[in-house]
């Protein structure tokens, strides 16, 4: 769990590489799981997810985890430095702190991309190629402001993350979906926002990305087959059908992120923040002692 949303993509791949095992798995964040009856964390087994490991979000769960659950409570963090607290707290045949000199800016991109390494060998992917091609673009994307994104299998780790990286570099809007639920309506915005010949009130800025394995590719033709000729369609395809497509993915998509941001003349590493909201300052809501005041939810 972890409540940076580019560090829950690496949370969903460990959920999707759990039932991909036989087993059942649910992406939380901290916040949210004050919303669950403590008896939950007694019975699962906690996996914390963290970069630095000194967030108070995180230390402060990895309290209520250990008090409630310490023999099922884990720790991976890509920091081993004084500053991680979790060492200190969680037990240390759980606790799994890697040494590196990761560095990312103000968004996430190496730190995600190692983690989704480690978590992947941890389940038995033994192979990281460095073959990895650039994503496949359109050349401009500079007029193109929504982006709506259809994954399958073991793209939606790196959906989640491509939509992290659009909206916190202020680069475009993001829809994540899975291909199935594009079937639901949704198709209805890029459709309108494709532009039209005979109605000049129609909008040109959007792009429809697709994340596809040889799993999905037959689905994703499909799809494409049916969207108007005028609207932008991305495709960003891997030919891998096991865990390793989710790294795969992830870099092509990163890749494309990035393309995005130029672009539109944004740094992808050091993004402006025209309205100088300080990052840090919603975090000093007390959002632990409101939702301990609250307790959980009830039915």
Known sequence: MHWVRSFYSTCELVALAYGVNGGIAKSLTPYSVYA?????????????ISNSGHNKDIVAIAK???????????????????????KSIVAPEN????????????????????????????????????????????????????????????????????ESKLVERG???????DFRNFCHGRFIFPGNHSGHEKKAEVPADCAVVMLSTPREKPLVDRLISLLP????????????????????????????????????????INPKNY?????????????????????????
């Open 275 to 299: 309205s100088n909201i300080d990052k840090r300052k919603p975090l000093q809501i007390p959002f632990i002692s409101d939702l301990k005041a609250f307790g959980p939810m009830k039915i």
């Open 36 to 48: 669950l009856d403590e008896s939950i964390l007694a019975k699962c087994k906690v996996l914390l």
């Open 95 to 162: 606790s799994f702190n890697y040494k590196s000199n990761i560095k990312d800016g103000f968004i996430s991109v190496n730190s995600v991309t190692a983690n989704y390494a480690l978590i992947l060998r941890a389940f038995g992917m033994t192979q990281i190629t460095s073959d990895i091609e650039k994503s496949e673009t359109t050349p401009n994307f500079a007029t193109i402001n929504h982006f709506i994104v259809l994954y399958g299998g073991w793209g939606e780790p790196a959906a989640i993350d491509f």
């Open 171 to 177: 680069t475009a809007t993001c829809a994540v979906s």
């Open 64 to 86: 209520v985890c250990m008090k409630l659950n310490p023999k099922w409570t884990a720790n991976l963090s890509t920091a081993d430095g004084p500053r991680n607290d979790l």
């Open 229 to 268: 000729d005028r609207c932008n369609v991305i495709h960003i395809h891997c030919d891998f059908t096991d865990s390793l497509a989710a790294l795969d993915l992830l870099l092509k998509a990163s890749n494309l992120a990035g393309e995005i941001a130029f672009s539109k003349d944004i740094d992808p």
